[in-house]
Nanobody
Framework: QVQLVESGGGLVQPGGSLRLSCAAS????????MSWYRQAPGKERELVAS???????IYADSVKGRFTISRDNTKGTVYLQMNSLKPEDTAVYYC?????????WGQGTQVTVSS
C-alpha cells in the first residue's frame, strides 16, 4: 500500500537548520509531484514547496531563499532542507504526493523553532 513516512523534525533554535525526509513506497515515485505542506496551530494547511518528477520547483514566498526541496527518484525520497529557521516556521510538516486526482499524505512531523 502507499506509504509516506516523514522524519527529521524536532526542536531547533531560531537561526538553526533542520532537514526533513519523506520516504515513499507503494507507487511510482518519479511520476508524482512531491510537496511539503505545513500547518500551524489555529491556521490552515499551506504549501511550503513542491518539486516535479523533472525537478522543477516552487516555493512559498515566506520560505524562498531559506528552504530547499529536493528529491532522489532512485530512493523514492523527498527532502526539505530548512535554514535560517524562524519561530513562525513552527508547524507540523506534511509530505504530499500528487498525480492528477490522486493525493497521498504522510502522518506529519513536528518542527518547533524556539529559544
Amino acid at each position: 500500500q502507499v506509504q509516506l513516512v516523514e522524519s527529521g523534525g524536532g526542536l531547533v533554535q531560531p537561526g538553526g537548520s533542520l532537514r526533513l525526509s519523506c520516504a515513499a513506497s507503494g507507487f511510482t515515485f518519479s511520476y508524482y509531484v512531491m510537496s511539503w505542506y505545513r500547518q500551524a496551530p489555529g491556521k490552515e494547511r499551506e504549501l511550503v514547496a513542491s518539486i516535479s518528477g523533472a525537478f522543477s520547483t516552487i516555493y512559498a514566498d515566506s520560505v524562498k531563499g531559506r528552504f530547499t526541496i529536493s528529491r532522489d527518484n532512485t530512493k523514492g525520497t523527498v527532502y526539505l532542507q530548512m535554514n535560517s529557521l524562524k519561530p513562525e516556521d513552527t508547524a507540523v510538516y506534511y509530505c504530499n504526493a500528487k498525480r492528477s486526482t490522486l493525493h497521498y499524505w504522510g502522518q506529519g512531523t513536528q518542527v518547533t523553532v524556539s529559544s
